[in-house]
């Protein structure tokens, strides 16, 4: 049990293009989800935070107008960077938790290349 | 906010020896402590997790520590195998979670 996915796993898109991330909770409803970056060789850093049904909440710095996220059900979040630049190239990774439980499952992330 | 600290930042062992890995927090408010195993190209894997109220928790070769006074904690891995090469992760959590910068972890055969 809990499973979570993303989709695409991988992308390379073009300087100034849109891309949408897609993270599901395949066999729980999250009532939670995160959304994390990670450079080659550091560590997550947290980008947001979406419950569903509300707006999400950025972490400092993180500028909401070029990552927007939607959660719109118990089982989708999706991440959109809009007009994505080369240093937007990065590791995207989800995550999902139950309810008011602390655990977070983790999805297989998504590479991002923007050429 | 929440800080933490994780150490070493690499470490190599002999297969079959054992492998430790510390971290420290901030918040005191932190009441949720997991491991994540990450290997190249994947997301974090769970490995083990340990609330405040527990002060061990063991599952077979993994044994994770929590000193709530000290406000570390701690992994270990006994008879470690090639396989569990990879970065690990240590996270503290309130509400969210906060992560540790990693330990990449050899296990030379």
């Known amino acids: 049990g809990a499973v979570v996915s993303q989709h695409p796993s991988w992308v390379i898109c073009k300087s100034g293009t849109s891309v949408k991330i897609e993270c599901r909770s395949l066999?729980?409803?999250?009532?939670?989800m995160f959304w994390y970056r990670q450079f080659p060789k550091q560590s997550l850093m947290l980008m947001a935070t979406s419950n569903e049904g509300s707006k999400a909440t950025y972490e400092q710095g993180v500028e909401k107008d070029k990552f927007l996220i939607n959660h719109a059900s118990l089982t989708l979040s999706t991440l959109t960077v809009t007009s994505a630049h080369p240093e937007d190239s990065s590791f995207y990774i989800c995550?999902?938790?139950?309810?008011?439980?602390?655990?977070?499952?983790f999805g297989p992330g998504t590479r991002l290349t923007v050429l | 906010g929440e800080n933490v600290e994780q150490h070493p930042s690499t470490l190599s062992v002999q297969e079959g020896d054992s492998a430790v890995i510390k971290c420290t927090y901030s918040d005191s408010a932190s009441n949720y402590f997991p491991w994540y195993k990450q290997e190249l190209g994947k997301g974090p894997q769970l490995i083990i997790d340990?609330?405040?109220?527990?002060g061990e928790k063991k599952d077979q070769r993994i044994a994770v520590t929590l000193n709530k006074t000290a406000k570390h904690f701690s992994l270990h891995i006994t008879e470690t195998q090639p396989e569990d090469s990879a970065v690990y992760f240590c996270a503290a959590s309130y509400s969210g979670l906060v992560f540790g910068k990693g330990t990449k972890l050899t296990v030379n055969p």
């Open positions: 066999d729980f409803q999250a009532t939670t």
């Open positions: 340990i609330r405040s109220n527990v």
């Open positions: 995550s999902a938790r139950q309810g008011a439980l602390n655990e977070q499952f």
